[in-house]
Structure formats: structure tokens, C-alpha cells
């Protein structure tokens, strides 16, 4: 702990110095799942917290650990399930930090229950902008309630996280998960709503439409038991393993809609828990497809996954994302909707991008004023209305957009309109093309109570929520010659291959011990 005194001691003594000279800054952790271009933030001062990355405890007792920021959720997992915990919503790549789940909008298949990450921070320690240290809690009446609530999703703009007190649930070796197929958009719709209900019993629910009539919801019990002593184990961490979606989409291609009556239309299988909630990292979902798509010459079969498995989990991808520029390519937004609003967008996005599959995701939303997506009062709320708690879908838009900039900027604001008009709100971690008039409408018309937040911890000369989102559409980030050069093929996905070479981040998948290693040879089958 003296150690974590000491580098918060540190970043308070920068920070105050700073704050002194008016000078904003930005945060450096060390890695980022945002695809927002990395030159949004050339030239800015650093605040470095890349050494904030150890869990300090986990105290079985309370169901609670002490984890410092850049904490990513595999190593996480690793150090809870010994303890038989595990966080109630672990975001689905291994590289996301509980830093980054608690300043962003993280949330996952078990959010349907427990809401999104920073619903389950019991305390954040935090360096306000004029380097004072201040442990923020939710507490109702507590003295820094309103600055845990108002900076849970601002991205960092009130201060800086140097400490998280998590709570943790009991975890159990498996994951009982159910492939429900289902033959429409609102059908699909229907049967995530379905499978939310309390009486359903289940900890985890998902699901992935690969068209308008093959839509999969998946749902997840957690177990300790297996049918029989030979029951088969399915995993998706190893190299030949397949991945999650494919495996999906393979196992319900046969199956009847689940409106048919009478009829088998589910499979169930069991997963071991830290496979269940990492499956989707081979792959990143289905975007590791692209990159076989950009290197056209490679054929995307399975033995290509296996050879090139290295450079095809998230951290890899993210690298070669950033590192190539097709970021500037690629749409990656995810949409929070009112279930209700869910089919016509769905609708829009076959339509007017094309792109399949797409990813729904059951949440319980917290009311306003917040910058998660969550329910407006009214559809189109700008006066301030500070929304209300209920349920979203949120649905995962992941593919190649229009080649050319101002087609890709075009496709992106129609979509955020869209959006806008049917009542639902964007994560922040994607491109942002909004003014910034439109952004404060977008997020309810909050403006003046997140300024009032600001000019109360003093935190007006940092970036604010806006500034750290929106892309430039000017097209200064496409000048020079390095992205003119990387613009040609394939001088930009090889530029992307050599940084995540040089990042060595292929060995954090290589050395985790959450792989699934059989019956004994785990963390917590050794425990238990």
C-alpha cells in the first residue's frame, strides 16, 4: 500500500503544479480500447498513470478488492477466481482496465442484473485538478456523492482515478449457456427481453442477429456442476479453438426459430467461467475478419486463424487498428436504444451501411444526469431533464464503412441522427462527428450541470467531455505524408503488424493463467 501512496503522491504533486500554471493536461494509461485517432492527443501533457496497475487485495470476507486503475479485467479475473470471486460485470476484452470501465461506459451480458461497471465501485479514490486526494463514494448525502456520480463516464475530465474499491460476487466453474435461434429482428428483441426476466434465473444474456432471420440470444447460468463426468467443455481461448461467433452461428444454422412450437430450437453447452466471459477476445467479436479482408491474399480459413492467432486478439487488433490508420475506415459505435426503437434501427443499419452481424445487449440504466446512454424523459429531452433508471438495448455497429472520408463522415452523422430520433444515446469511446450543440442535446441538455461540477472541483481548464470525443472533420488528421503513405496498401496494415510486434502484447495471451487448462489444472479448481 505504501507503494500506492507514494505514486498517488506523485501524480498529486504534477497535477497541483500544473493546476497552478492554468496548464490542462490528459491522462496516459499506457494502452486504450478507444478508436478514436491517437493524434487527438499530439501535443497535450501527459499525466502518467501507466504504473497504477496492481490489485492491492481482495478481501473474501466483504467480497471486495482494491484495484488501482490501469488493472486490466484478465488480470483481474486471475486474482479474484482464486479467492472463488469474480466481478459482476466484466467487460468481454481482457485489455479494458477498471480504470477505464469506471471513467468510460462499460457494460456487458450480466448489465441486464447489475447495470454497468461503475455501478458496482463501492469508493474511488480520485487527485482533483488542483492535486487534492478525495475518496468518492455513491452514498446518498455523502460529501463527494455528486462527483462519484458526475465522473463515472466523463471520461476522465473531473480528475483522476488512482484507486478502486470493487465489489465482487461469488463465482462458480461454469457457465450453463443457452443458443436460442430466433428467425426475425423483433423476435430476437423479444426473447432478450424474455430471457431478462428474474424468473428466467440467468446471470448473463447477449445475443447476435447475423441477419434479419438468424438472430442468436444467448443466455448464461452460472454452475459448478456438469451433467455427466465426460460432458464435453467448450473453449475459445486456445488457438484452435473457433471462435465464439462462428461457433454460434454453426450451432443454430440447422436449428428452427424458437417461434416454431414444438420443436427443438436451443443447444446448450458448458463454459468454463473465464472462457465465457473473454470469448469474445479471438476475434474481437468479428472484427478480427476485417483484417483478413484488408490482407485479401490471406484466405480466412481455420487454419490461418490458428497460424496468425498472435495478431487476432484485442490488444493485437487495437495495436494494428491505430497503428495502420483504418480506423478512419472502420464504423464502431454501440447505440443504447429503448427496446421499442431497437427494430427500425436495425432496420437503418442493414439498409444504409450493410453491415452484419450485429451485437444486442440487455442493460439496466441508471437515470440522469449522466454521460452513459440511458432513457430520456422525453425522446428528444433538451432542456435538462435528468431521465429516468430503466432498461436499454444496446446494439454493436461493427464494420467497414465507405472508402472515401467525406462518404465516411456522411454515414456517421447520418447515424448519429438517426440515433437522436429514435430516442437512444452513443458510447463515447467511438467516433464522435456531433457539433457541440447537438453533443449537449444528444446527452440530455446537461451541460450546465456537468459545468457547475466542473467549476466545483475546479477542474475548467482541463478538456472536457466534448473536447476529448468529437473528431475533427476538417481532414487535418489525413495530411502529411505518413498517412498519405500508409493510405496505400498494404504499407498501413503492415505498419499496423509491426507495432503490435513491438508492443509484445501477444504474450499477455500467451502467459494468462485464466486459460482454460482442465478439470484441476486452474486457479480455482485448485483452490476449491
Known amino acids: 500500500m505504501e507503494a500506492h501512496k507514494q505514486a498517488v503522491r506523485t501524480v498529486s504533486a504534477t497535477v497541483r503544479a500544473l493546476f497552478e500554471r492554468a496548464e490542462p493536461y490528459r491522462i496516459f494509461h499506457g494502452s486504450t480500447n478507444s478508436t478514436r485517432p491517437p493524434t487527438q492527443k499530439a501535443g497535450a501533457r501527459m499525466i502518467d498513470i501507466s504504473g497504477l496497475k496492481r490489485v492491492l487485495s481482495v478481501d473474501t470476507a466483504r467480497r471486495t478488492a482494491l484495484v488501482e486503475p490501469n488493472v486490466p479485467m484478465d488480470r483481474l479475473v486471475e486474482l479474484t477466481l482464486p479467492h472463488g470471486l469474480v466481478p459482476p460485470v466484466v467487460m468481454e476484452f481482457p485489455g479494458i482496465t477498471t480504470g477505464g470501465g469506471f471513467a468510460g461506459t462499460a457494460g456487458e451480458s450480466s448489465s441486464f442484473k447489475h447495470g454497468y461497471f461503475d455501478?458496482?465501485?463501492?469508493?474511488?479514490?480520485?487527485?482533483?485538478?488542483?492535486?487534492?486526494?478525495?475518496?468518492?463514494?455513491?452514498?446518498?448525502?455523502?460529501?463527494?456523492?455528486?462527483?462519484?456520480?458526475?465522473?463515472?463516464?466523463?471520461?476522465?475530465?473531473?480528475?483522476?482515478?488512482?484507486?478502486?474499491?470493487?465489489?465482487?460476487?461469488?463465482?462458480?466453474?461454469?457457465?450453463?449457456?443457452?443458443?436460442?435461434?430466433?428467425?426475425?429482428?423483433?423476435?430476437?428483441?423479444?426473447?432478450?427481453?424474455?430471457?431478462?426476466?428474474?424468473?428466467?434465473?440467468?446471470?448473463?444474456?447477449?445475443?447476435?442477429l447475423?441477419?434479419?432471420?438468424?438472430?442468436?440470444?444467448?443466455?448464461?447460468?452460472?454452475?459448478?456442476?456438469?451433467?455427466?463426468?465426460?460432458?464435453?467443455?467448450?473453449?475459445?481461448?486456445h488457438a484452435?479453438?473457433?471462435?465464439?461467433?462462428m461457433h454460434v452461428r454453426d450451432r443454430t444454422n440447422a436449428l428452427p426459430s424458437s417461434a416454431a412450437s414444438g420443436e427443438n430450437t436451443e443447444v446448450t453447452e458448458y463454459i468454463p467461467l473465464a472462457e465465457y466471459?473473454?470469448?469474445?477476445?479471438?476475434?474481437?467479436?468479428?472484427?478480427?475478419?476485417?483484417?483478413?479482408?484488408?490482407?485479401?491474399?490471406?484466405?480466412?480459413t481455420r487454419f490461418f486463424r490458428w497460424?496468425?492467432?498472435?495478431?487476432?486478439?484485442?490488444?493485437?487488433?487495437?495495436?494494428?487498428?491505430?497503428?495502420?490508420?483504418?480506423?478512419?475506415?472502420?464504423?464502431?459505435?454501440?447505440?443504447?436504444?429503448?427496446?421499442?426503437?431497437?427494430?427500425?434501427?436495425?432496420?437503418?443499419?442493414?439498409?444504409?451501411?450493410?453491415?452484419?452481424?450485429?451485437?444486442?445487449?440487455?442493460?439496466?440504466?441508471?437515470?440522469?444526469?449522466?454521460?452513459?446512454?440511458?432513457?430520456?424523459?422525453?425522446?428528444?429531452?433538451?432542456?435538462?431533464?435528468?431521465?429516468?433508471?430503466?432498461?436499454?438495448?444496446?446494439?454493436?455497429?461493427?464494420?467497414?464503412?465507405?472508402?472515401?472520408?467525406?462518404e465516411f463522415v456522411k454515414a456517421n452523422r447520418d447515424l448519429e441522427r438517426r440515433v437522436a430520433d429514435l430516442g437512444g444515446m452513443k458510447w463515447l469511446y467511438a467516433h464522435t462527428y456531433y457539433t457541440e450543440p447537438e453533443f449537449w442535446n444528444a446527452y440530455g441538455g446537461y451541460q450546465n450541470w456537468y459545468k457547475a461540477l466542473r467549476e466545483k472541483y475546479?477542474?475548467?481548464?482541463?478538456?472536457?467531455?466534448?473536447?476529448?470525443?468529437?473528431?475533427?472533420?476538417?481532414?487535418?488528421?489525413d495530411r502529411g505524408w505518413k498517412p498519405w503513405l500508409k493510405a496505400l496498401?498494404?504499407?498501413?496494415?503492415?505498419?499496423?503488424?509491426?507495432?503490435?510486434i513491438k508492443s509484445m502484447d501477444y504474450m499477455l495471451h500467451r502467459n494468462a493463467t485464466w486459460k482454460w487448462k482442465g478439470i484441476g489444472g486452474n486457479a480455482k479448481e485448485k483452490a476449491s
Open 240 to 245: 484452435w479453438d473457433p471462435w465464439f461467433y
Open 489 to 500: 496498401w498494404p504499407i498501413g496494415g503492415l505498419v499496423g503488424i509491426w507495432k503490435g
Open 307 to 406: 497460424f496468425l492467432d498472435d495478431f487476432l486478439h484485442t490488444r493485437m487488433l487495437y495495436r494494428a487498428l491505430h497503428g495502420s490508420g483504418e480506423s478512419g475506415r472502420f464504423v464502431v459505435q454501440d447505440i443504447g436504444l429503448p427496446y421499442e426503437s431497437a427494430e427500425p434501427f436495425v432496420d437503418y443499419v442493414s439498409d444504409k451501411l450493410g453491415i452484419w452481424p450485429l451485437w444486442l445487449c440487455p442493460l439496466k440504466t441508471p437515470a440522469g444526469p449522466t454521460f452513459h446512454p440511458h432513457l430520456r424523459s422525453s425522446p428528444n429531452s433538451t432542456n435538462g431533464e435528468q431521465g429516468v433508471a430503466g432498461e436499454m438495448l444496446n446494439i454493436g455497429v461493427w464494420g467497414w464503412g465507405p472508402k472515401n472520408r467525406d
Open 277 to 300: 466471459l473473454f470469448r469474445y477476445d479471438r476475434g474481437g467479436f468479428w472484427v478480427g475478419q476485417a483484417a483478413f479482408d484488408y490482407f485479401k491474399p490471406v484466405p480466412f
Open 458 to 477: 475546479r477542474a475548467s481548464s482541463l478538456p472536457n467531455v466534448y473536447e476529448k470525443v468529437r473528431i475533427k472533420v476538417d481532414g487535418s488528421e
Open 119 to 208: 455501478e458496482n465501485v463501492k469508493s474511488v479514490e480520485m487527485v482533483l485538478p488542483n492535486g487534492e486526494v478525495v475518496v468518492a463514494t455513491p452514498e446518498k448525502g455523502g460529501k463527494y456523492e455528486d462527483l462519484f456520480h458526475g465522473a463515472a463516464g466523463a471520461l476522465g475530465t473531473l480528475g483522476v482515478a488512482t484507486l478502486l474499491e470493487l465489489q465482487l460476487v461469488e463465482a462458480r466453474r461454469f457457465v450453463r449457456a443457452t443458443y436460442r435461434r430466433t428467425g426475425s429482428v423483433a423476435e430476437a428483441v423479444s426473447v432478450v427481453k424474455e430471457e431478462c426476466k428474474p424468473e428466467k434465473g440467468n446471470d448473463y444474456v447477449d445475443g447476435i
Open 210 to 237: 447475423f441477419s434479419k432471420d438468424h438472430g442468436v440470444i444467448v443466455s448464461g447460468k452460472l454452475t459448478d456442476e456438469l451433467p455427466s463426468d465426460n460432458a464435453k467443455i467448450q473453449t475459445f481461448s
